[in-house]
């Protein structure tokens, strides 16, 4: 395989995703041709780019959920089929089971993999005291805010010990102050875990904030324009939408974006 | 402070009284109609033969009701309207869902579930009377027919109209397609299902009444309403006409509360 690689060619399991190759259409209409991603491990990486670039198109077949035309993608070096993931879905009321309490449907994932209650118990305790979540987990999910119930979405996506965790616009259906609120437990719940994050966002404040890298990619037919690394340590705070360090990145991103805009 | 308090009390007096005023809202409409009704009667513009003013008709529907013989005609109905309606569900629900997880499936049976469906029930009642007699089945067997296809494509149609989002989560959690029907779909499909039990019992309270006054039986609302009108005992005919019109109210009001309890996220 002559694949060119286009962040580092370093083989898996370095890389927590490494794609080769990937091509799809949609009604003949190319939207990915030999697109190549490595990811290096550990990190929280955003995806963000023009609509319709297929954002979320990109997280669905690297998770699974949609079938690539052709390319072969890898997670932790392992096909998708045998790869633990967890996924959050924009819209937490239409993915959440409203007929399960908050509990059950966090506990869903291990009742599949057939785990005992008594150890669904266990685990879920151990959840809820590492991320210091107060809620009261016997009620139905549309019973909370928008940002518990994706606090317990997240939770389900966790709860199963993911290699990785895909976020498909975690925050587009939040409102601002649910937005910062999750913002932060998602950040405590990266630097407790380390599990590597892959998220796309529709914003730009949001897709840099949070990670390691930013994936900045073009119009469609869709190729990866740069992968922007965002350096600064965590815990970030308010404060750090004010440094230097987020402007200057912020600005370069968005550099490019109005360039990309421009083609 | 003194004429404060006094204020918050009067004011809390004024708020008493318009929740009660609201609350009598819906009796409005009745309290209406039976003036009107009233006024009707009394004012001789129609022959006292062809309408008993609403108090003799009230009078005779609870007379009837705790003394004299409306009572098994009532039950008689109810027990029919009941069998057929449970005949419907315990067929109807496992095939409409079943139906529903096979898009291909139900589109090969779509026209003629549409088709049984909107044809009038009660024009099948000749030919089910040649098949069944004018036995107490036959008319369940009806009613039971017309309530069937209600049910089955309600139930379809809620398990073909599933959130993909909630499936796609099952998915990526590794659900195979069997936990995906039954922690899925099923449950997905429970507030259009309701939707089908409730038209389905009204359909077949309908068809019951209708194959009462058709078929002929022993007992039964519509064969009380028929015969009454035939020896034009307006009285009777008159409550035995609401009498039908509370059961079927009644039922509905059952499946609403039901479906609330059971449904609980429905809506949400």
Same mark, same amino acid.
């Given at each position: 395989?002559?694949?060119?690689?286009? %962040?580092?060619?370093?083989?898996? /399991?370095? *890389? $927590?995703?490494?794609?080769?190759?990937?091509?799809? &259409?949609?009604?003949? =209409?190319?939207?990915?041709?030999?697109?190549?991603?490595?990811?290096?491990?550990?990190?929280?990486?955003?995806?963000?780019?023009?609509?319709?670039?297929?954002?979320?198109?990109?997280?669905?077949?690297?998770?699974?959920?949609?079938?690539?035309?052709?390319?072969?993608?890898?997670?932790?070096?392992?096909?998708?089929?045998?790869?633990?993931?967890?996924?959050?879905?924009?819209?937490?009321?239409?993915?959440?089971?409203?007929?399960?309490?908050?509990?059950?449907?966090?506990?869903?994932?291990?009742?599949?993999?057939?785990?005992?209650?008594?150890?669904?118990?266990?685990?879920?305790?151990?959840?809820?005291?590492?991320?210091?979540?107060? %809620?009261?987990?016997?009620?139905? /999910?549309? *019973? $909370?805010?928008?940002?518990?119930?994706?606090?317990? &979405?997240?939770?389900? =996506?966790?709860?199963?010990?993911?290699?990785?965790?895909?976020?498909?616009?975690?925050?587009?259906?939040?409102?601002?102050?649910?937005?910062?609120?999750?913002?932060?437990?998602?950040?405590?719940?990266?630097?407790?875990?380390?599990?590597?994050?892959?998220?796309?966002?529709?914003?730009?404040?949001?897709?840099?904030?949070?990670?390691?890298?930013?994936?900045?990619?073009?119009?469609?037919?869709?190729?990866?324009?740069?992968?922007?690394?965002?350096?600064?340590?965590?815990?970030?705070?308010?404060?750090?939408?004010?440094?230097?360090?987020?402007?200057?990145?912020?600005?370069?991103?968005?550099?490019?974006?109005?360039?990309?805009?421009?083609? | 402070?003194?004429?404060?308090?006094?204020?918050?009390?009067?004011?809390?007096?004024?708020?008493?009284?318009?929740?009660?005023?609201?609350?009598?809202?819906?009796?409005?409409?009745?309290?209406?109609?039976?003036?009107?009704?009233?006024?009707?009667?009394?004012?001789?513009?129609?022959?006292?033969?062809?309408?008993?003013?609403?108090?003799?008709?009230?009078?005779?529907?609870?007379?009837?009701?705790?003394?004299?013989?409306?009572?098994?005609?009532?039950?008689?109905?109810?027990?029919?309207?009941?069998?057929?309606?449970?005949?419907?569900?315990?067929?109807?629900?496992?095939?409409?869902?079943?139906?529903?997880?096979?898009?291909?499936?139900?589109?090969?049976?779509?026209?003629?579930?549409?088709?049984?469906?909107?044809?009038?029930?009660?024009?099948?009642?000749?030919?089910?009377?040649?098949?069944?007699?004018?036995?107490?089945?036959?008319?369940?067997?009806?009613?039971?027919?017309?309530?069937?296809?209600?049910?089955?494509?309600?139930?379809?149609?809620?398990?073909?109209?599933?959130?993909?989002?909630?499936?796609?989560?099952?998915?990526?959690?590794?659900?195979?397609?069997?936990?995906?029907?039954?922690?899925?779909?099923?449950?997905?499909?429970?507030?259009?299902?309701?939707?089908?039990?409730?038209?389905?019992?009204?359909?077949?309270?309908?068809?019951?009444?209708?194959?009462?006054?058709?078929?002929?039986?022993?007992?039964?609302?519509?064969?009380?309403?028929?015969?009454?009108?035939?020896?034009?005992?307006?009285?009777?005919?008159?409550?035995?006409?609401?009498?039908?019109?509370?059961?079927?109210?009644?039922?509905?009001?059952?499946?609403?509360?039901?479906?609330?309890?059971?449904?609980?996220?429905?809506?949400?």
């Amino acid at each position: 395989m002559n694949s060119p690689t286009t %962040l580092s060619t370093i083989a898996p /399991p370095a *890389s $927590f995703i490494s794609v080769k190759n990937l091509c799809k &259409s949609f009604a003949g =209409a190319p939207l990915y041709q030999n697109f190549n991603l490595d990811l290096p491990n550990n990190q929280l990486v955003s995806i963000f780019g023009p609509n319709g670039c297929g954002k979320s198109t990109l997280i669905n077949m690297i998770s699974g959920l949609i079938p690539c035309d052709s390319g072969d993608i890898q997670i932790h070096g392992k096909p998708i089929r045998r790869a633990r993931i967890g996924y959050v879905f924009q819209n937490y009321r239409d993915s959440m089971f409203p007929w399960l309490s908050a509990y059950d449907n966090i506990a869903y994932p291990l009742r599949i993999k057939g785990v005992s209650d008594r150890d669904c118990r266990d685990r879920i305790n151990q959840l809820i005291e590492t991320f210091n979540i107060r %809620l009261d987990l016997r009620r139905y /999910p549309y *019973s $909370f805010s928008g940002g518990q119930q994706q606090l317990v &979405s997240i939770l389900r =996506a966790l709860v199963a010990n993911p290699e990785v965790l895909f976020l498909d616009e975690p925050f587009s259906a939040l409102d601002f102050e649910t937005t910062l609120f999750v913002r932060d437990k998602l950040q405590e719940i990266f630097m407790a875990t380390g599990i590597p994050m892959l998220m796309v966002v529709h914003n730009l404040e949001e897709a840099v904030f949070l990670a390691d890298t930013i994936l900045l990619l073009s119009k469609r037919p869709t190729h990866l324009v740069e992968a922007v690394p965002f350096t600064l340590p965590r815990p970030r705070t308010p404060d750090t939408l004010t440094s230097p360090k987020f402007i200057e990145v912020s600005r370069h991103c968005l550099d490019i974006f109005r360039q990309e805009m421009r083609k | 402070m003194a004429t404060i308090v006094r204020s918050d009390r009067s004011r809390s007096g004024w708020q008493f009284l318009s929740d009660w005023l609201d609350r009598g809202l819906p009796l409005v409409g009745v309290l209406v109609l039976f003036g009107v009704w009233w006024l009707i009667a009394v004012s001789g513009w129609v022959n006292p033969v062809l309408l008993p003013t609403p108090i003799a008709t009230l009078d005779t529907l609870v007379r009837g009701m705790f003394s004299g013989t409306m009572l098994p005609d009532f039950w008689a109905t109810v027990l029919r309207t009941f069998s057929a309606f449970l005949l419907a569900a315990v067929i109807g629900v496992p095939v409409g869902v079943a139906l529903g997880s096979s898009e291909k499936l139900y589109r090969s049976v779509e026209f003629l579930i549409d088709f049984f469906r909107s044809t009038p029930a009660s024009a099948l009642i000749p030919m089910f009377i040649l098949f069944f007699g004018i036995s107490d089945f036959s008319k369940v067997v009806i009613a039971a027919f017309s309530a069937l296809l209600l049910i089955i494509f309600n139930s379809a149609y809620g398990v073909m109209n599933a959130k993909q989002s909630r499936i796609l989560a099952a998915k990526v959690m590794g659900a195979n397609h069997w936990r995906i029907f039954k922690d899925v779909l099923l449950l997905e499909s429970l507030p259009q299902t309701f939707i089908g039990l409730r038209s389905g019992i009204s359909i077949a309270l309908v068809i019951v009444i209708v194959a009462e006054m058709f078929i002929g039986t022993e007992q039964g609302l519509g064969k009380r309403i028929i015969d009454a009108q035939q020896i034009l005992n307006v009285q009777d005919m008159y409550a035995s006409i609401l009498v039908t019109g509370f059961l079927g109210y009644f039922l509905n009001m059952l499946f609403l509360v039901l479906e609330k309890r059971l449904v609980h996220w429905s809506g949400k």
